[in-house]
């Protein structure tokens, strides 16, 4: 934890040095060591050691996260060892809030949770947030894909259905990081987002701060909650060089089950072309497969093959190297570290694969009442991520291949991708592309440079008064690569034209595409901050005033090609066609001003209130201020009562109030004119046209009374320890109203336009955390500790003034996600069987499957569609223990999330092909659908009579019955299930080598670790498909529908070593 | 830093702020997007082009399949499904909406925004094409939806639930237009020529000005049901001031085979729909030119000897069915919005009615010779005495109007002009409707059958459509929804 600090100059000064260490004999870096009563501080370095120029008589005061903090009167020593004993209490626990302030958590009044370097970094993460994962309550913290893929965080709910989004602010030192997804062209590849590159090893602290009062003072940014990262710097003493590096093996996760009772055709045909396992019986007699070329036939078994789709990967393997060189003299530290990650995910070639160099420099100087401190970090990342989803005109989803394989063929085999059975011409199947080619022709690329520091300087002028300026930026180029190469299967080929396969079906040529994608992100933010500092008697008194400027801008060119000429060159040059190429700039701005003062009475009872106020540039000129004040209160009633030797040891009760305003997106206040691109049913008509530039109004209405969205949130919560802090409790309950989301309405056209960009609405989130710390074992030699937390949240949609009652966010096939009034913001619908009076499902006196409902419920918008939940979560929990045998310590963190339901393009593309496990319902024979009737007629009173159904689907229609455009009133049960899953998220075990061992390499602390991670997965019986937190929809309410042919996520096992010289 | 006291640090302080706080407005004032030019920057030249685009991505997109359907030139194929609901007459409020949408948001607002402008400019060139194609746009609107937004539409924020005019009222707002834009001075000096932005006639106004009047013409015959003297006095006076009427069609044509850039009909329903072959050769039109061995067969089927699909007959099992010929589609097939063979009919039934302008005959000649020149055919043959096509001067004027109607019906099949047959029809009642279905012996060719597969009442023929689902969703002064059976106001 560092604290910055001026340093004063004394007479009778001297320097002492000393170390920092656990009750466990473990160093405790960045502690802070304070002479009492002043403002001379400083932290201990990653060992736990500390030098310090102190005046004759001082008193230290030695604090840090999780730990007593504990006096030293300093004598003639000069070298101190202080031990401070863990604490589960919060009394003196240091944390960091807005502005990258460092408060004591007593005079906090709303909730936070702060994680220290052991705990982001133990298991060699590569995102900053991996262990966080389950750990915070009401925190939905997820990983979305392979190797360097985004990072989803959602604090206490989605509050902002559109014109916005839900993830929180990320602040390093105080300064908001920039949290930009480049490359998501499309949503079929994830290159992460801005927080998921950052190196985790260079993180001391990271406070989760989820209430809007903690965030306020950060303005519009904050609306969601903010994340407050803190690094390491650089101690005073000799040069230090700290080592830590793991490598890390990773296997493929949760995979689909599978039938493998039937294989390779269709209809109950045995067909040599067909995608799918619709076939007859498996019977294990040998059967020719696949194409016939050359008058030849491969022949292999009629049986499933086990493992078919896990076989296909490979092992993963991750290796991480970072070194830190630190160290500092009285008046200067800095900290230099190298990070490197070079990670090659669980798919074949390098498709899955990232390659990241991490370079920071910080330092941190002093002289007299002036004191600077910098930050500087560049991150250079290489990646190439899977093309997910659904397959495009010009390539496809990797995933998407290999889900339509028959269950009797051995994926395995198609590796060799230009052997004459498997290559373009002649792969088995014309539905589908062999899945390998697309591993080794196509690919997606991204090349990004990040800069992203700070500049901090500080006068002193008295003890009480300081002034602070703080430059930050962020600027991040990144240039984004896709290739598909052109094919066509050759004619007379088995997919060519005039094909030779069994159903006379061709394979589309494939023209091929270069896509190239060049974007620049650029943030700058300044504080101006004054501080005051006051004792009086019984009260405290702490003022801070301060001024912002923000600004940010994106700026993004992108150009593209098909219908390539020359195979395997892939550039802009090599088309017939001219490239396509469009250009998309915003710049938003906004200038803040902002004060706070905290109040404080014998360290009991601390009142914190605070104004910010707002000038932002995308609201409207003449209207573009947004105040909001927000207060909070924090009462230590165990100090006020004197009950620090009582059962109850420690009791504190908060509450807060607060408000942040959000901005709109910019350019939304003034009316454009749009290049002309007038949709036809399919297609369009676009400028320039006969050789003019075509450009008209454009059809939505920017609004020029555009006014923010306001978030009022309420908490109140407790935190209590008792039995000598053995036992320690952390609740609260908060009331969360985002009001007047912005929202592009439909409008009557014949106004000439089709939509109104406007404020409308509330959601409310509301919920309870609560989290639980118990030490029930604790020697000198082993301590069994545990934490525990729970979290449930309560989305509604309160209303949508003047919108629709229920918008669409996001629709796959049939299955929609919308934010529905009096419901929460994302609830998913898909279609559902027509009922008669009695509840029976009505089906077609022709085919004998079900008719879809077209009565619209008049209790749910009139919607036929029938709402099968909502996708977000009814509760959270996580549970981690730590085991301590002298120097070895077990850990071990399950993460548990119950309720809402999610789509899987997964299980829609395997019950289509007949691959998955549900697929063999009655042994494939038909059947008549269960509690079924038909519409024989009507009677005397004109409404209709139903019978018994009597018509069974045949054995040949089979399939129709879970293809979702065949039987759309019933396929979508198999696409829709339960979200909830449990997850050991990792177990670590980690031992710390006796110094005596150490030191005989050179090193005073040298420790190796082993730890696996994601290794259990449990779901519900209804998802034997895919591990639900995979999702290509991206970290907003969009990803809440679910995946669409996503790739699965990865176990990982590893080890780690960490060793300082 | 010692020269730095308090004071001083605070007042420099504060002035900062103050320096901040007058600079504010200026650092915030950037919310014009670098990404769209802005409304004021836009000129006639830019925007009539978009406007234009929308009205043929409808008129020549969505109606054409729509108004081919139900003219009954082609039909859903009975091995897809693609538009199946306009063969079974089965086209709700929610269906549609684009069109709709297109003509009034893209379409409308873009001419109104060309006339303001050019009205501003004096450009009284770019005032009369704007004017004259929102016209045009407009009584398509209103002839298929009966009444629409006119006097408060088009006004945005200031006016989100503009009321529904009657049909009959905005065709005589959209008559007083056409009389002012043609009032004005075409050789002003702040005239300027349109050039290719004129997608229509390159420029050329004495074309516009013949648009203008034949559209005149147009509208007043669509009123002789209902309002027959207004009719007859508006024709009386547009022959009495000399007006020209087209002689070439007034079409765009100029389409080239590269993505968005093709016939919006071809695009749609040929490019990049994944089933090319949705329409196929109707009985309807088919036994009608079989019956008179007209060579237009080839153009729009191929060729001669080929099998139809009776109107809408979805599960057809009779012989040819299957494989029926598709109608012939092209990248580069123009839309027209009203052809010279049209002019010449218009001409003809107005000499008719009126006994005004050139003799029946002759124009209808005319317009048969038009409509053949279209597809690079000669109708010499056709009208000449005892030709199939031989204008019936001594017929009654029944005979007469039939005669015109229905070449106007087949001529419609070019241009993707299909609606505009279907809205005839309901005019005058031509080509009349079939007291049988197509499979009857006693079926007389190039009747109008009811569909095979219709879901209206027995015998009804479709007159309307509905209003969209997003104006009934959105805006309060929608009125109820009429069955599309109902006439609109000028119907026979």
């Given at each position: 934890m560092l604290m910055v600090i001026a340093a004063q100059s004394f007479a009778q000064q001297r320097t002492i040095s000393g170390k920092v260490t656990g009750n466990d004999g473990n160093p405790i870096p960045f502690a802070t060591i304070q002479v009492q009563g002043t403002n001379t501080g400083t932290t201990s370095d990653e060992n736990g050691n500390f030098s310090l120029s102190v005046p004759g008589n001082a008193t230290l005061v030695v604090r840090s996260i999780g730990y007593e903090p504990q006096e030293i009167a300093i004598g003639s020593q000069s070298s101190y060892n202080i031990q401070l004993a863990s604490s589960t209490k919060s009394l003196n626990e240091l944390v960091v809030t807005a502005l990258g302030r460092t408060e004591n958590k007593s005079k906090v009044g709303y909730s936070t949770t702060t994680f220290d370097a052991s705990q982001i970094s133990a298991n060699a993460p590569i995102s900053v947030l991996d262990n966080l994962a389950g750990q915070v309550a009401g925190a939905d913290i997820s990983t979305l894909g392979g190797p360097g893929s985004s990072t989803k965080v959602v604090l206490r709910g989605y509050g902002v259905i559109s014109g916005g989004s839900n993830q929180p602010l990320y602040v390093i030192d105080g300064v908001p990081l920039a949290d930009n997804r480049p490359g998501a062209i499309d949503g079929n590849v994830d290159f992460g987002n801005g927080i998921s590159n950052i190196n985790p090893n260079d993180i001391a602290s990271v406070t989760v701060l989820k209430g809007t009062a903690a965030t306020a003072l950060y303005g519009s940014s904050a609306r969601n909650g903010a994340i407050m990262i803190t690094t390491k710097r650089g101690s005073e003493g000799k040069l230090k060089i700290e080592y830590s590096g793991s490598a890390n093996f990773s296997r493929v996760g949760r995979l689909p089950k599978l039938q493998n009772q039937f294989g390779n055709g269709w209809g109950d045909e045995f067909i040599l072309s067909e995608n799918g396992s619709w076939g007859p019986r498996l019977d294990g007699v040998m059967r020719p497969w696949g194409s016939i070329v050359d008058n030849s036939q491969l022949v292999k078994p009629y049986s499933a093959i086990d493992n078919n789709i896990r076989n296909f990967y490979t092992t993963g393997v991750e290796v991480t190297n970072n070194l830190a060189i630190s160290g500092g003299s009285e008046h200067n530290r800095f900290y230099f570290s190298y990070g490197n990650v070079s990670s090659n995910g669980v798919i074949p070639t390098k498709t899955d694969y990232l390659q990241r160099n991490n370079f920071s420099l910080r330092t941190n100087s002093n002289y007299g009442k002036f004191s600077i401190n910098t930050s500087f970090n560049y991150i250079n990342r290489k990646m190439n991520a899977p093309n997910t989803g659904q397959a495009s005109s010009s390539g496809g989803g990797v995933f998407e291949s290999l889900l339509q394989i028959p269950v009797d063929i051995p994926i395995e085999d198609f590796q060799l991708y230009q052997n004459k059975f498997f290559n373009v011409d002649n792969y088995f199947t014309p539905y589908a592309e062999n899945p390998y080619y697309g591993l080794y022709e196509n690919g997606d690329q991204q090349s990004s440079d990040r800069f992203f520091g700070n500049l901090d300087l500080k006068y002193q002028f008295t003890n009480e008064f300081s002034a602070q300026i703080r430059m930050g930026g962020d600027f991040e180029n990144s240039r984004t690569l896709s290739w598909n190469q052109p094919n066509a299967p050759q004619p007379g080929s088995w997919n060519g034209p005039n094909p030779t396969n069994p159903e006379g079906q061709s394979r589309k040529v494939d023209p091929g595409s270069v896509e190239k994608l060049s974007q620049y992100y650029g943030t700058i933010n300044t504080d101006f901050i004054l501080q005051y500092t006051k004792a009086l008697n019984d009260f405290n008194l702490d003022v801070m005033a301060g001024a912002n400027y923000y600004q940010n801008t994106y700026d993004r060119t992108d150009a593209s090609i098909t219908n390539l000429v020359i195979p395997g060159f892939f550039n802009l040059s090599n088309s017939e066609q001219p490239p396509v190429a469009t250009e998309n700039k915003s710049r938003r701005r906004r200038i803040g001003l902002y004060g706070q003062a905290v109040l404080g009475y014998k360290d009991q009872l601390y009142l914190t209130g605070n104004v910010r106020n707002d000038w932002s540039s995308t609201l409207p000129i003449d209207n573009n201020s947004i105040f909001y004040p927000g207060a909070s209160l924090s009462w230590v009633v165990s100090n006020t009562f004197g009950m620090t030797n009582n059962t109850v040891s420690y009791l504190k009760l908060r509450a807060a109030y607060g408000i942040t305003g959000a901005d709109p997106d910019p350019y939304q206040t003034y009316s454009v004119l749009t290049p002309a691109d007038i949709s036809l049913g399919f297609g369009s008509l676009t400028s320039p046209f006969n050789g003019v530039s075509a450009f008209g109004v454009s059809n939505t209405i920017n609004n020029n009374k555009l006014k923010p969205i306001m978030t009022r949130e309420f908490e109140a919560g407790a935190e209590i320890s008792f039995l000598g802090d053995r036992i320690g409790i952390d609740a609260t309950y908060y009331h969360k109203i985002s009001d007047g989301q912005i929202f592009p309405v439909s409008v009557d056209p014949s106004s000439g336009y089709t939509s109104l960009v406007e404020n409308l609405g509330k959601v409310r989130n509301q919920g309870v955390e609560l989290s639980l710390h118990v030490v029930p074992v604790k020697t000198n030699n082993f301590e069994w500790s545990f934490t525990y937390n729970f979290a449930k949240n309560q989305n509604k949609v309160i209303n949508l003034n003047g919108g629709l009652p229920n918008p669409l966010l996001l629709s796959v096939y049939d299955a929609e996600l919308r934010a529905v009034v009096g419901k929460t913001v994302a609830e998913i619908y898909a279609p559902t069987p027509q009922l008669s009076p009695s509840g029976q499902i009505v089906v077609s006196a022709e085919t004998g499957f079900p008719l879809v409902n077209q009565t619209p419920d008049t209790s749910d918008n009139n919607m036929t569609k029938r709402r099968y939940g909502s996708a977000l979560y009814d509760y959270t929990m996580g549970i981690s223990n730590t085991f301590r045998y002298k120097n070895f310590t077990l850990d071990a963190a399950l993460d548990f999330r119950y309720g809402g339901v999610m789509y899987s393009g997964t299980a829609d593309l395997l019950n289509f092909v007949g691959n998955a496990y549900n697929t063999t319902y009655n042994d494939r024979r038909p059947f008549i659908i269960p509690n079924s009737v038909i519409e024989s007629g009507v009677d005397g009173n004109g409404k209709p009579v139903y019978v018994e159904n009597t018509i069974p689907i045949p054995v040949d229609d089979y399939y129709d019955y879970y293809y979702m455009t065949k039987n759309p009133a019933m396929a979508y049960d198999a696409r829709i299930f339960d979200r909830s899953f449990l997850k050991l998220r990792s177990v670590n075990l980690s031992y710390t080598l006796p110094e005596q061992w150490s030191s005989k390499i050179g090193s005073n602390n040298l420790s190796i670790g082993i730890y696996a991670k994601n290794i259990l997965l449990w779901t519900p019986a209804s998802n034997y498909m895919v591990d639900p937190e995979a999702t290509n929809e991206g970290n907003d309410i969009e990803g809440e529908l679910g995946e669409f042919r996503t790739s699965p996520l990865e176990e990982q096992f590893g080890f780690s070593l960490r060793a300082t010289f | 830093?010692?020269?730095?006291?308090?004071?001083?640090?605070?007042?420099?302080?504060?002035?900062?702020?103050?320096?901040?706080?007058?600079?504010?407005?200026?650092?915030?004032?950037?919310?014009?997007?670098?990404?769209?030019?802005?409304?004021?920057?836009?000129?006639?030249?830019?925007?009539?082009?978009?406007?234009?685009?929308?009205?043929?991505?409808?008129?020549?997109?969505?109606?054409?399949?729509?108004?081919?359907?139900?003219?009954?030139?082609?039909?859903?194929?009975?091995?897809?499904?693609?538009?199946?609901?306009?063969?079974?007459?089965?086209?709700?409020?929610?269906?549609?909406?684009?069109?709709?949408?297109?003509?009034?948001?893209?379409?409308?607002?873009?001419?109104?925004?060309?006339?303001?402008?050019?009205?501003?400019?004096?450009?009284?060139?770019?005032?009369?094409?704007?004017?004259?194609?929102?016209?045009?746009?407009?009584?398509?609107?209103?002839?298929?939806?009966?009444?629409?937004?006119?006097?408060?539409?088009?006004?945005?924020?200031?006016?989100?639930?503009?009321?529904?005019?009657?049909?009959?009222?905005?065709?005589?707002?959209?008559?007083?237009?056409?009389?002012?834009?043609?009032?004005?001075?075409?050789?002003?000096?702040?005239?300027?020529?349109?050039?290719?932005?004129?997608?229509?006639?390159?420029?050329?106004?004495?074309?516009?000005?013949?648009?203008?009047?034949?559209?005149?013409?147009?509208?007043?015959?669509?009123?002789?049901?209902?309002?027959?003297?207004?009719?007859?006095?508006?024709?009386?006076?547009?022959?009495?001031?000399?007006?020209?009427?087209?002689?070439?069609?007034?079409?765009?044509?100029?389409?080239?085979?590269?993505?968005?850039?093709?016939?919006?009909?071809?695009?749609?329903?040929?490019?990049?729909?994944?089933?090319?072959?949705?329409?196929?050769?109707?009985?309807?039109?088919?036994?009608?030119?079989?019956?008179?061995?007209?060579?237009?067969?080839?153009?729009?089927?191929?060729?001669?000897?080929?099998t139809s699909v009776n109107q809408g007959d979805d599960n057809s099992n009779s012989e040819g069915a299957s494989t029926a010929a598709v109608f012939v589609e092209k990248f580069d097939d123009p839309v027209v919005f009203i052809s010279a063979a049209e002019s010449y009919f218009m001409q003809a039934e107005a000499n008719l009615r009126y006994n005004v302008g050139t003799p029946a005959k002759e124009t209808y000649d005319e317009g048969v010779m038009a409509a053949f020149n279209d597809l690079g055919l000669d109708a010499t043959s056709f009208i000449a005495s005892g030709g199939r096509y031989e204008f019936p001067s001594g017929g009654s004027m029944d005979d007469k109007m039939e005669a015109i109607i229905t070449q106007k019906w087949a001529s419609c099949a070019y241009g993707c002009h299909g609606i505009e047959a279907f809205f005839e029809k309901n005019r005058t009642d031509f080509p009349k409707t079939s007291p049988v279905y197509s499979t009857n012996p006693n079926y007389i060719p190039g009747q109008i059958v009811v569909s095979a597969s219709t879901v209206l009442p027995p015998g009804q023929l479709p007159k309307r459509l509905q209003f969209p689902y997003v104006v009934i969703q959105s805006n309060p002064n929608a009125p109820a929804l009429v069955p599309i059976t109902t006439p609109v106001w000028w119907s026979k």
């Open positions: - | 830093m010692k020269i730095l006291n308090k004071k001083l640090f605070i007042a420099t302080m504060f002035t900062s702020l103050l320096l901040l706080g007058m600079g504010c407005k200026k650092q915030l004032d950037i919310n014009y997007s670098p990404n769209n030019p802005d409304y004021d920057l836009g000129n006639p030249r830019i925007v009539l082009p978009t406007a234009i685009l929308a009205t043929i991505s409808k008129v020549g997109g969505d109606l054409s399949i729509l108004g081919g359907i139900w003219s009954e030139y082609f039909t859903e194929s009975t091995v897809a499904s693609q538009y199946r609901n306009y063969a079974q007459y089965n086209v709700k409020s929610p269906d549609l909406n684009a069109v709709y949408t297109r003509m009034f948001a893209d379409g409308l607002k873009n001419y109104q925004y060309v006339i303001s402008k050019s009205a501003e400019e004096g450009d009284w060139n770019y005032y009369l094409m704007a004017t004259v194609m929102k016209a045009y746009t407009t009584e398509v609107l209103v002839d298929l939806y009966d009444e629409i937004p006119y006097s408060e539409a088009l006004q945005g924020q200031a006016n989100l639930y503009p009321k529904f005019d009657d049909g009959h009222t905005i065709y005589v707002s959209l008559l007083d237009s056409i009389d002012v834009a043609l009032s004005k001075d075409f050789n002003a000096s702040t005239n300027t020529d349109p050039g290719n932005a004129d997608l229509i006639f390159g420029g050329d106004m004495s074309q516009w000005i013949a648009f203008a009047n034949t559209l005149k013409l147009k509208m007043y015959l669509r009123m002789i049901n209902k309002y027959p003297e207004d009719a007859e006095k508006g024709i009386k006076d547009l022959y009495n001031s000399g007006a020209t009427f087209l002689t070439t069609n007034a079409a765009v044509t100029n389409f080239t085979d590269q993505d968005s850039k093709r016939n919006p009909m071809y695009e749609q329903n040929i490019q990049q729909l994944n089933t090319p072959d949705n329409l196929r050769a109707s009985t309807t039109f088919v036994s009608w030119l079989k019956a008179n061995g007209d060579p237009r067969i080839v153009s729009f089927f191929g060729k001669e000897d080929i």
